[in-house]
T-cell receptor, first 111, second 113 residues
């Protein structure tokens, strides 16, 4: 059974720092991996999707990498801002197209 | 485009009551999903519909039923609500069955007393 783990569970950094969020998964037979952002009381917003054949994806200050063989993905956030404060969720796509989620990393960026 | 919409936003039920959560998408997506999100458990799949006319169980289907009414709409029904079903429910949709971005609705916060 696929399991997704995110470390750390919570992270607090000062504004301007570069930071890395980690995601690991137990079964390397994935179709893709997605990173989402969730603000308190809100739904999920897709940030980046990495296909199983890709190594990384970039969007603005965000860069996500995927290493299928080791079952790892990282989300790199450059020059963090208070507006980046949210919970970041990693999810891998299973055979039915459903997403299997980690429990998230709660990020707080202090001004 | 409204994307994925869900109604209601909030609901309080008593144990044993029934209700239907509604979900609709206007992106002409084929696949739709229902997840629940609980503290410390993350999001878990309840049911999904890979295409119009098909539905399948996910990880936690007990106590729920679904209907894919048409391509746009996918409803989740609780026949006899239990306190263990207190959760936030999210509907999602995607263009194809695999390898595509999933779009989520804003969620329904359900409390069962």
């Amino acid at each position: 059974k696929q399991e997704v783990t995110q470390i750390p569970a919570a992270l607090s950094v000062p504004e301007g720092e570069n930071l890395v969020l980690n995601c690991s998964f137990t079964d390397s037979a994935i179709y893709n991996l997605q990173w989402f952002r969730q603000d308190p009381g809100k739904g999920l917003t897709s940030l980046l999707l990495i296909q199983s054949s890709q190594r990384e994806q970039t969007s603005g200050r965000l860069n996500a990498s995927l290493d299928k063989s080791s079952g790892r993905s990282t989300l790199y956030i450059a020059a963090s801002q208070p507006g980046d404060s949210a919970t970041y969720l990693c999810a891998v796509e299973g055979r039915q197209g459903n997403l299997i989620f980690g429990k998230g990393t709660k990020l707080s960026v202090k001004p | 485009n409204a994307g994925v919409t869900q109604t209601p936003k909030f609901q309080v039920l008593k144990t044993g009551q029934s209700m239907t959560l509604q979900c609709a998408q206007d992106m002409n997506h084929n696949s739709m999903y229902w997840y629940r999100q609980d503290p410390g458990m993350g999001l878990r799949l309840i049911y999904y519909s890979a295409s119009e006319g098909t539905t399948d169980k996910g990880e936690v289907p007990n106590g729920y039923n679904v209907s894919r009414l048409n391509k746009r709409e996918f409803s989740l029904r609780l026949e006899s609500a239990a306190p263990s079903q207190t959760s936030v429910y999210f509907c999602a949709s995607t263009r194809g069955a695999t390898a595509d971005t999933q779009y989520f609705g804003p969620g329904t916060r359900l409390t069962v007393l």
